[in-house]
């Protein structure tokens, strides 16, 4: 079955039918309308049904027996020690974890982390963070960080993507090279991160991990000093410019600043 | 008065331009020679709105929420994680070398900074083009900008500006599938209209920066799902022909001071809403104005225009010619009317000098008709 839509997707679904109604009425057409308006009714429905999803993985209710999300994703960015997008997360713990992740219970995790921070800084041993634009230290679309990395670790350079990409196929190689029986979705997952990198698999399907490191290694030996230059350079400026909460949640964009002058 | 005045009074009283994006532009040069729609997309009228209220309500351009999410997803595939399934595509199929493994997402959350966000891509891709190939790879969601009728058009385009040795490309990635090579060639020719509007802005774009516009390339990259698997593949496609037909239309647009002369005085495509928006002139009122500036039908119109269903209407009515398509059209070069055809071919009218041509391949088709009409009878 498809993902059921995410909080975001479904504002999108539900102001786009809100318009598409304006428009049917508009033209007169009031069957259209109608026949929207009850797609607009299902579709508020799934929206509420979502909230409370989020809502419920975020908080760990009592009874649920899985680790709360933001437990799960620090295990999941430890074990790839890189920033990371949602869909990453969610692909990694199909392969490694029980139970279910989905996308749209991160939307609001990186959220919620800052107002926890911003209330009580420092109080927790950890927080889930952003990563940083290299050049304009604002937070970088759609990652998650851990803030007790290095900071340059967080910075989102040019050539970062990709680093962070070789960085976390050697991880994931190691820990399934340290799994006694790994799962067929862990192999699925090697296999179509080895993919994306020269020489990592033998055969269409088939990857080992010792192969994976060794081609993501060479190839990270040829991005790996640039990389580090931009992002360190980077780091600086941010701890120079930036306080703390700035430096995990990244400096304001433009149009924040507006809004607040 | 001024054209923005004469533009402002076409599209009615406080009425605000509709937007253009890479899709409406594209459908600009569907039908390059039609002034109704030139004048009406240069006014940035609601032909949506206006097609609806003739009673001819439009039936384009409406993808199903299922084929919005398919692609959605196929583009986030292809894209996730700095573009690593693009890389290996075009470092597979291009030989794109390793060391350039750039990407830099230029896209934002928020559009209320649109003129910054057009500067901040301007000078990424310049300083591409100052130094070597080593300053830059992929660009996503680079914000781009075309004049059309003397007035900036910001695109946001969902494609990536990929840099292999000294030239751009723009990489459009689409979820129709490539099967044994071949796909749909509709959809590769609407892909390529709407990757020459890319092709063109990112031209401007550079040429702004004082660049050569040629640095980009007018073959696109399409990227596709290949076999009906999910595995994207990638193949050049040559958009020089769409380019010209681009340009005209945008330097049409552009002199559309001429295209006003030809308007008759007053003639505007207000709808005069009321309080809640809904339109109070009467159909056949706004029926009136529209059939005061020259239109051409053709049945491409019908994918590519929201005032198509009018329009054929209009044309079935008039007994024309160009309603049958342009192959019928041109076969029939200076016949425009259904019931001249009609009497050149029966030969109840005698042709002019320069219809002689038309009258003969008539008669021809006349014959053959009637000769077969013989044999079932
Ligand atoms: S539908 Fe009518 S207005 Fe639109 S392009 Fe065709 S002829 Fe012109």
Redesign the pocket.
């Known amino acids: 079955m498809a993902d059921p839509l995410g909080i975001e997707e479904l504002d999108q679904r539900i102001s786009e039918v809100k318009t598409e109604i304006r428009k049917a009425v508009s033209a007169q057409d009031f069957a259209q309308a109608s026949r929207l308006r009850t797609q607009l009714r299902a579709l508020e429905a799934q929206w509420h049904g979502a909230l409370e999803l989020a809502e419920s993985s975020v908080s760990g209710k009592p009874g649920n027996m899985q680790l709360p999300v933001r437990e799960t994703v620090h295990q999941i960015l430890t074990l790839l020690a890189v920033p990371a997008a949602p869909r990453t997360i969610v692909a990694v713990h199909a392969a490694f974890f029980a139970g279910e992740l989905a996308g749209s219970q991160l939307t609001y995790l990186r959220r919620d982390e800052e107002r926890s921070f911003r209330t009580a800084p420092h109080g927790r041993p950890y927080y889930l963070c952003s990563a940083l634009t290299y050049d304009r230290l604002t937070a970088a679309r759609g990652l998650i960080a851990v803030s007790s990395w290095p900071l340059h670790r967080r910075i989102v350079g040019t050539l970062s993507a990709r680093v962070d990409y070789l960085r976390s196929a050697i991880k994931l190689a190691e820990h399934i090279d340290r799994t006694d029986r790994p799962s067929p979705a862990a192999q699925r997952l090697l296999w179509q991160v080895a993919a994306g990198i020269p020489n990592a698999s033998a055969s269409f399907g088939d990857a080992r991990p010792a192969s994976v490191i060794e081609a993501a290694t060479a190839e990270l030996s040829v991005h790996d000093d640039d990389d580090r230059v931009q992002r360190e350079q980077a780091a600086r400026r941010a701890r120079k410019q930036l306080g703390d909460a700035e430096q995990l949640f990244g400096a304001p964009t433009l149009s924040a600043v507006r809004k607040a002058g | 008065m001024s054209t923005q005045l004469r533009l402002d009074a076409l599209r009615g009283s406080g009425v605000i331009a509709k937007p253009h994006n890479a899709r409406t532009i594209a459908a600009l040069t569907?039908?390059p020679g039609?002034?109704?729609?030139a004048v009406?997309d240069a006014a940035g009228v609601d032909?949506d709105k206006t097609a609806a209220a003739t009673g001819h309500p439009a039936s384009i351009g409406k993808l199903s929420p299922l084929a919005v999410a398919r692609g959605q997803g196929f583009e986030a595939r292809v894209k996730s994680q700095g573009g690593a399934e693009l890389l290996r595509l075009l470092r597979e199929n291009l030989g794109l070398p390793i060391p350039q493994a750039h990407y830099l997402d230029l896209g934002g959350d928020d559009d209320s900074v649109i003129g910054g966000r057009y500067l901040r891509s301007r000078s990424a891709l310049a300083a591409s083009a100052d130094s070597g190939p080593d300053a830059g790879t992929l660009f996503d969601h680079p914000m781009l900008r075309l004049q059309i009728a003397g007035v900036w058009v910001y695109l946001e385009p969902d494609m990536v500006a990929f840099r292999l040795e000294d030239k751009f490309y723009i990489i459009e990635i689409k979820s129709f599938a490539i099967v044994d090579g071949v796909a749909d060639p509709g959809d590769v020719t609407r892909a390529a209209i709407q990757s020459s509007v890319y092709v063109l802005a990112l031209r401007n774009l550079l040429a702004d920066a004082g660049h050569d516009p040629n640095l980009v390339a007018d073959q696109v990259i399409l990227v596709c799902p290949k076999d009906f698997s999910n595995q994207p593949t990638a193949h050049f496609v040559d958009v020089r022909k769409q380019l010209t037909v681009l340009r005209r239309q945008l330097a049409r647009m552009a002199d559309i001071d001429r295209l006003l002369d030809s308007l008759p005085d007053g003639v505007t495509f207000d709808l005069a809403p009321d309080a809640h928006g809904l339109p109070t002139r009467s159909a056949a009122d706004l029926a009136h104005a529209?059939r005061s500036v020259e239109?051409?039908?053709?049945p491409?119109?019908l994918s590519?225009?929201?005032?198509?269903l009018?329009?054929?209407h209009d044309?079935h009515d008039a007994h024309s010619t160009a309603a049958l398509g342009r192959t019928v059209r041109e076969e029939l070069g200076g016949v425009d009317c259904t019931s001249t055809a009609v009497a050149l071919g029966t030969g109840t009218l005698v042709p002019t000098d320069d219809l002689v041509q038309a009258a003969e391949t008539l008669r021809a088709a006349h014959a053959l008709r009637t000769a077969i009409l013989g044999q079932l009878a």
Do not use: D, I, V, W
Request: one cysteine or more.
């Open positions: 569907r039908n039609c002034t109704r729609r009406m032909k529209l239109a051409r039908y053709a491409e119109c590519a225009c929201e005032l198509a009018f329009c054929r044309a």
